[in-house]
């Protein structure tokens, strides 16, 4: 039996040595191609999110169209043409089809050498079939290399792949013979003589492709990592979205981001190389120490979101699960005083904290839509750097999705918009009210803003919302043309009632302030004591004249000055101290505290502190008898709150019957003066 085959295997020696030479002519005409072909797969645009679907369907499609055009040349060579040698070609480029683009590559190349087959008919069923187990080989061999990094592929890789074409090849050969009862008269040596001969020409042809595949991964690896820090960067924390937002979308995963508080103490100790340094150090300490423990069950990944920001992946977690388990809340205080404990005596870096979600959209939100057709990891990511920029606490929770955050402060940024163009702004009034009787002697304006979906938003994200788009001051300008409006309505209604309009640091400290709202006030002819300016202390007031001017002019002519937040904000008693202020009003904060001794001291202090300089304490957050008898013990007579009352549209303000008489006969200051 045996010398029959090998018989015959010299036998196919004759018959198909005279068409190699036309089969390495082709073989070279398709090499021209296939690079070409492969650069076209790599630069062609695609979504990211189905990146590596159409990675694979390219390499299939590349492959399978270089098939079909080697199989096109050799029917032009009648030599080759009755030889089987363009059966090895195609079933190779078949295998690379699989190897390359796993089963749709497979499946597309395999198609191509289908094609081929209805357009020049030439190779039949044997053709197909042995494509078809050259295919099957080259996806099965996809799978086993996934779980190798491509960059490190060396050459047990490759001679393990190569036995792989090489068994399926004489698989292909020696299956049909197999299964008619593997009668050697009917085995051919044709198939094992071409595919031996092939061999060395295909080990030459895997070992090319999976080193350009090995280099390319490498390239991809480099620029994926920061170069100064060695760390993962921006790109592959792209990558890393991506793949578990393609995977499984409706996963919970969560984003942890770590930002340097007091960088610029530490680059002055340390010069500008240290963020490099500090980060380089810190993300293998993350990985080994015992602080990181509650972080392993999920996986944590870490990645350079920018040159300050940390960013740390966990994955099926939800940021809810984060929360409710105390776990970033104990890593970051775990993590501080780490910090603290190596460096003794010395100043240490403070760290801030982001908690959000690394999903895609719940159902029913702007879910698949990108802009720009950006893939879901670019967007989540844009919107955490915004998120991040408008909030500076130590640890912040981002329960709203990205895109749906972004959404609304674009909403909320069109509003602002719209309320300053027209002059008015959604305001209601808070009753400031006689402690021991009740009577309403002023109100507070308060901002009451809804979104496009009917939900009331928080004014202090509105405020943030128009300090972050610039329009801080315009707005404000907005709220106090608005008071105004409602205090002539006051008047019309015969409810002479002082009202109350908060204006920050940023607006007084414009020039020319003052001189700008006593010149609404003379054009309306809107008396000046119905006006009082609430100086909000949630930032510091600069110590510049033009703060000055304003603030002694509206005093000046009637306007009545109010120091909010004393004893919380900046700085408090230096100003009572710079300007003449009427009213003093302490936070609800403060009030909600006053069963405890130290609170209650606290407040006495704040009382003889407005008394010494002649103005009025006034408590905010009045919300039950027990406080209301406390304030009165301590002095304070005035207080609004929802014991009195909640903020209601000015209607309703009108509307009350406790309404102390307010004189209007007494003329205002500057109208004394002149």
């Known amino acids: 039996m ?14 198909q040595g005279g068409g190699i030479p036309a089969l390495l002519l082709h073989t070279a005409a398709v ?11 790599q630069k062609t645009p695609r979504s990211r999110l189905h990146a590596e679907r159409y990675v694979q369907a390219g390499y299939g499609l590349a492959f399978g169209l ?3 055009l080697f199989i096109a040349l050799a029917t032009q060579t009648p030599d080759l043409l009755t030889s089987r040698w363009p059966l090895c070609v195609s079933g190779d480029l078949v295998f690379l089809a699989g190897l390359l683009g796993g089963w749709l590559g497979g499946g597309i190349g395999l198609s191509g050498v289908a094609l081929a087959g209805l357009l020049f008919g030439e190779f039949g069923g044997a053709g197909l079939w042995a494509s078809s187990v050259m295919a099957f080989a080259g996806a099965s061999m996809h799978r086993w290399l996934e779980r190798r990094p491509a960059r490190h592929l ?9 036995l792989a074409a090489l068994l399926a090849g004489l698989c292909a050969a020696v299956w049909p013979a197999w299964m008619d009862r593997m009668s050697v008269s009917r085995l051919s040596a044709d198939p094992f003589f071409l595919r031996l001969a092939y061999a060395p020409l295909s080990f030459v042809v895997l070992g090319g492709v999976l080193l350009l595949r090995r280099h390319e991964a490498r390239e991809q690896a480099q620029a994926g990592t920061e ?4 760390l993962p960067n921006r790109r592959a924390l792209h990558a890393c979205l991506d793949g578990l937002l393609a995977q499984a979308p409706d996963a919970p995963n969560t984003l942890i981001t770590l930002e340097i508080d007091n960088l610029g103490d530490m680059v002055r100790l340390h010069g500008h190389a240290w963020p490099d340094d500090f980060w380089r150090q810190f993300v293998p300490m993350l990985c080994t120490h015992r602080l990181a423990a509650p972080l392993m069950p999920y996986q944590p990944a870490a990645f350079m979101f920018s040159d300050l920001v940390l960013a740390i992946v966990l994955k099926g977690v939800s940021i809810e699960t984060v929360q409710r388990s105390g776990l970033a809340e104990a890593f970051f205080n775990d993590l501080a005083e780490h910090l603290r404990s190596t460096r003794p005596g010395l100043v240490a870096p403070r760290l801030r904290m982001g908690v959000a979600m690394a999903s895609l959209p719940a159902a029913g939100g702007p879910r698949g839509e990108f802009e720009g057709g950006s893939g879901p990891a670019v967007s989540i990511l844009r919107d955490l750097h915004l998120a991040l920029q408008g909030d500076s606490r130590s640890l912040r929770y981002f329960y709203r999705s990205f895109a749906e955050k972004a959404e609304l402060d674009e ?14 702004a959604p305001l209601h009034f808070q009753p400031k009210c006689q402690l021991h009787t009740g009577e309403i002697i002023g109100a507070e304006a308060l901002l009451r803003a809804l979104d496009v979906r009917g939900g009331e938003v928080a004014p202090a994200h509105m405020l943030e919302v128009a300090a972050r788009n610039h329009l801080l001051v315009e707005f404000e300008w907005c709220t106090i043309e608005t008071v105004v409006q409602a205090i002539d309505r006051c008047l019309r209604a015969g409810r002479p009632t002082p009202l109350a309009v908060n204006v920050s640091a940023a607006s007084i400290a414009v020039p020319g302030f003052g001189q700008r709202l006593l010149a609404l006030l ?7 004591r119905m006006l009082a300016v609430e100086i909000t202390e949630n930032s510091p007031v600069p110590d510049i004249d033009t703060v000055a001017d304003s603030l002694l002019a509206l005093h000046a002519a009637g306007v009545r000055l109010s120091l909010d937040d004393f004893g919380t904000g900046y ?4 100003m009572l101290a710079r300007f003449p202020f009427n009213e003093v009003k302490i936070d609800h904060a403060m009030v909600a505290r006053l069963e405890q001794p130290r609170m209650r001291a606290a407040v006495s202090l704040a009382y003889e502190s407005a008394r010494r300089y002649s103005a009025t304490l006034v408590a905010e957050g009045v919300e039950t008898r027990q406080q209301l008898d406390t304030l009165l013990e301590l002095g304070v007579t005035r207080g609004q709150g929802y014991f009195f009352a909640p903020a209601m549209p000015i209607e309703d303000l009108l509307a009350s019957e406790r309404f102390m008489p307010f004189d209007l006969t007494q003329p205002d200051r500057a109208q004394a003066l002149a």
């Not at 060396?154 to 190569?162: C, F, K, M």
């Open 411 to 424: 909403q909320l940024r069109e509003m602002l918009i719209g309320w300053i163009g027209a002059g008015r």
């Open 31 to 41: 090499a021209g191609w296939l690079p070409t072909l492969l650069w076209w797969v």
């Open 2 to 15: 045996w010398q029959q085959i090998f018989g015959n295997l010299g036998e196919g020696w004759g018959r």
């Open 227 to 230: 170069p100064l820090t060695g």
């Open 66 to 68: 270089c098939a079909v």
């Open 522 to 528: 003379r054009e309306r002819g809107t008396p000046c």
């Open 571 to 574: 700085s408090a008693l230096s």
């Open 154 to 162: 060396g050459h047990r890789t490759l001679l393990a792949v190569w």
